[in-house]
């Protein structure tokens, strides 16, 4: 007879307990199981996350595009603490700066104070730098977590590296934050200070391995939804090896695609485009490319080529050299929120035309011009991308990119060694100055002995 009585009615019948038992045998046996591959999956991360911290990382690896936030996506402002997220899988306490030794005062910039300094335990030269960690609104160090947040996350050639963070503690009041500093690879010059010492230009073929190394860099950072929103000369590093690496990530940002609403007081003004001159709060990585066609007139001239006095002067610098912009040439320009407080003139044909030229780069050829031109496009649309400009006929015709291995040392300002003074009315052209220190003639002209001079191009001999 069948019993419609549950199966689980008689607790007491030997055989439901029985069952019952079994059951709760296997319940436990299988939580201590998924404990165990718990306990395990920790296990290998922790080895996989130290083995990725002690092993050096291979240069090329990117690190994993950021996630979109729904924030930027609705296009928020900027602040907003939230959106930084670290890609580590544990925390701990920083090292101590006392690790490092000291040296010599680099540069103070903006956003903090740069250091020469040796590491104690291994004698390795490093460049330390304070951050300003100046709190916002919300209590939180956004500029210095931003630009260590970036800089953590590169790994590429042409991005400076960063070692470690070390801080002092205690040397603050507890309601501040304890100094926090970058540890970074050192490198002997920046290309400001290094073209303030240049005698003449770098050499065409000079020029474009410097831009070449500067586009793969920016190429990297845009690949990886990062904007510099920096660029310029003087954060841009140059080691004796001939390499190139971009630097201060202190106004860096990651976005997004739909573009956020960024803000506008973002790159120093002889750098910046003219969309952010006009108020644009849309703009993108096209910012990243005018600065580094203003990089590359100052590498040809050894000046940048805006010197704007302020926003309205550096406007009207850029239209000088590049005319007054069209309605045709650049349909959004009269939407622009300062396009009317400036009174733009726009020329539909009547304005000043562009004299960018080779008069003004007789170093360039037609091909080097084109290039130039295109990345001051007054049109943000009309710039191209960094990848698209790596292939350019620029770098692929004569003369080549110098080879790293060739490029030439200079003396370092940095590293306190003893440099030439610019422009001094005796100074002599390169190559007849039989009286200058010898040191100083191989430091600034090696690699360069076998390179004809002349405007336009250079050729080497033998
Ligand atoms: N890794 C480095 N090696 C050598 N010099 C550096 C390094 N980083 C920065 N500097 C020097 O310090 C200056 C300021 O550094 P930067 O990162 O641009 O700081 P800031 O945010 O204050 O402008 C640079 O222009 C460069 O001269
Ligand atoms: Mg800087």
């Not at 239209?319 to 539909?348: C, H, I, M, R, Y």
């Amino acid at each position: 007879m069948t019993s419609n009585a549950s199966k689980w009615a008689n607790d007491d019948d030997e055989e439901t307990a029985a069952a019952l038992a079994l059951r709760k045998r296997e319940k436990e046996e299988k939580k201590r199981f998924k404990e165990e591959k718990a306990r395990k999956a920790a296990a290998a991360l922790q080895a996989a996350d130290h083995s990725t911290s002690q092993e050096p990382t291979p240069e090329s690896e990117r690190p994993s595009k950021r996630q979109r936030t729904s924030e930027e996506q609705n296009g928020t402002s900027e602040e907003g603490a939230h959106l930084l997220h670290f890609p580590t899988s544990k925390f701990g306490a920083c090292r101590h700066v006392d690790e490092y030794e000291l040296l010599n005062n680099i540069e103070e910039g903006g956003y903090g104070v740069v250091s020469r300094a040796r590491t104690k335990a291994s004698g390795e030269i490093v460049a330390l730098k304070k951050l300003k960690m100046t709190l916002s609104r919300d209590g939180f160090p956004i500029s210095g977590l931003r630009e260590i947040q970036i800089i953590r996350a590169c790994r590429h050639d042409n991005v400076v590296k960063l070692l470690e963070v070390v801080t002092k503690p205690g040397s603050k009041s507890r309601s501040k934050l304890n100094d926090t500093y970058l540890v970074l690879e050192f490198l002997e010059h920046d290309l400001k200070t290094l073209l303030e010492d240049l005698i003449e230009p770098f050499s065409p073929s000079e020029t474009k391995a410097l831009l070449l190394q500067i586009v793969s860099g920016v190429e990297y950072l845009h690949s990886n939804w990062i904007i510099h929103r920096d660029l310029k000369t003087s954060n841009i590093l140059l080691n004796n090896r001939g390499e190139l690496k971009l630097a201060d990530f202190g106004i860096s940002r990651y976005t997004s695609s739909p573009r956020p609403k960024l803000t506008t007081s973002v790159v120093t003004l002889w750098y910046r485009a003219p969309e952010l001159l006009l108020g644009a709060e849309d703009y993108h990585f096209e910012i990243d490319i005018w600065s580094i066609g203003c990089i590359f007139a100052e590498l040809l001239t050894t000046k940048p080529p805006f010197q704007g006095r302020n926003e309205v002067d550096q406007l009207s610098q850029i239209f000088d050299l590049l005319g007054t912009p069209t309605k045709q040439a650049w349909p959004s320009v009269t939407s622009l929120p300062n396009a009317k407080d400036l009174q733009l003139v726009l020329s539909e044909g009547k304005g000043k035309p562009s004299t960018l030229g080779l008069s003004k780069f007789p170093c360039l050829t037609t091909s080097g011009l084109a290039l130039l031109s295109s990345l001051l496009s007054m049109n943000p649309a009309g710039r191209p991308s960094a990848g698209e400009i790596l292939p350019d006929m620029y770098f692929t015709e004569d003369p080549r990119p110098k080879a790293k291995a060739m490029f030439p040392t200079f003396p370092s300002k940095a590293g306190q060694e003893k440099r030439r003074r610019r422009a001094s009315p005796q100074a002599p052209a390169r190559g007849n100055a039989p009286k200058l220190d010898e040191a100083e003639v191989e430091g600034i002209f090696a690699g360069r002995e076998h390179e004809e001079r002349g405007a336009g191009f250079s050729l080497r001999l033998g």
